[in-house]
Structures are given as structure tokens and as C-alpha cells.
């Protein structure tokens, strides 16, 4: 037994002393995948829903399955998720400071060039002397998404009536195809 212990020594030792790089690229490919499993789903319900019963009748989708969503891939995988936008609609969707600070950083990378939709940040953050890994992508926008956040051309009078009786300060209109709508943000106390 004890030669066991002085073979792994070194190799403890060795893995203790890297920085907390492999830590961190776990962390990232954890929170990427997660965060990649969300979106393109409630695409599929948003695009059915819409072609069923117009975007009036799909409201309800972005309202309560999105939320349902990000709380069941929550459950699944320890990480709370949940989405934010710098012209938020939901009340509660406004980002902290370093989720704003993040949103404002993917405006400038868009506008300097980078693709929209690959724009994404991880990074380790210390809270109240905890380490924490954040991580957030951004969530543009497409045509669909136009028919509920578009300029009032693009939205009709009976979806324009329903965001305005759900949302009185409903900020999150008059987005144009391909501009960043807010992201889908993650976290999780480092192990
Ligand atoms: C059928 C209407 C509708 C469509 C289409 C739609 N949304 Fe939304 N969106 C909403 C509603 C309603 C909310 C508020 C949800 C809530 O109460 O949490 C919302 C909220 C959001 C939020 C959360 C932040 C916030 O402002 O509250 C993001 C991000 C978002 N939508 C992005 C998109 C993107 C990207 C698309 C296209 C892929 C899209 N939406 C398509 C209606 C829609």
C-alpha cells in the first residue's frame, strides 16, 4: 500500500500545482453544452406553435415553456440558468453587473464583426469568497423571433395588445434580424 501512496505523490503533486486551467475547460464544455441544448429546442415549439395558432397564440411559449425549460435543465445539471436582456421584457430578466457588462461586450464584438451566434464568455468569479464559473451566449435574433421583439411593422396589432397587457414596460421591441436579443446566462460554484 504504501508504495502505491509514493507513486501517486508525484503525480498529485503535479496536477495540484497546474493552474486551474483543466478545471476551467471542463467547466466551459459543461456550461457550453448545457446552454446549447436549450435554445434550438424552444426554436421547434416557438416555430409549431406559431404556424398553429399565429405568434399571438405562441406568446405562451416564450412566457412559460422557456422558464420551464431553463428550470428543468437546472434540475438536470446543477447549473441555474436562466436568460437576460440589456431591453429586458420580463422584469426579472435584468443582468447583473457582470452580466451587463458581458451583453455590452458582445454588442461591441458584433459590431466590430464577430458572428452573433458565436458569441459566448466564461470565467471564473469569485462571490462572497465563493468561486463560482459563469457563462453566458448570446441570443440573436432571426426572423421568427421578429414577429414579438420587431419594429411595430413587424408586430401585429393582436401580439402588440397581449405584450402590452402581460408586459406594461416591455422594453424588448423594435430588434431588426441578427442583432443580439440578450443571452441565455449559467453558474455554478466550482467543485
Ligand atoms: C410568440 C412571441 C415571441 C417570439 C416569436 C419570440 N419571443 Fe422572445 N419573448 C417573448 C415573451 C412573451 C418573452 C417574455 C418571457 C417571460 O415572461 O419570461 C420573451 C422573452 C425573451 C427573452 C428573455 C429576456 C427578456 O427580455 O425577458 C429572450 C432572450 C428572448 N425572448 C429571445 C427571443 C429570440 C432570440 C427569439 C427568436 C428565436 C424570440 N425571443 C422569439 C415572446 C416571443
Known sequence: MKKTVRIALPLALALAAAPGFANDDKMLSEARGVAAGI????LNVLDEEIKK???EGAIGVCREKAPAMA???SEQTGWAIRRVSLKNRNPK???DAWEEAVLKDFDKRAAAGEKP???EKGEVVTVDG???YRYMK???TQDLCLQCHGTPERVSPAVQAKLKEFYPDDKAVGYASAEIRGAITLKKPLP
Open 71 to 73: 428550470r428543468a435543465a
Open 39 to 42: 435554445p434550438p429546442k424552444l
Open 117 to 119: 451566434t458565436g458569441l
Open 53 to 55: 395558432g399565429g405568434p
Open 130 to 132: 465563493k468561486q463560482m
Open 93 to 95: 430578466a435584468v443582468p
Open 138 to 140: 448570446a441570443l440573436p
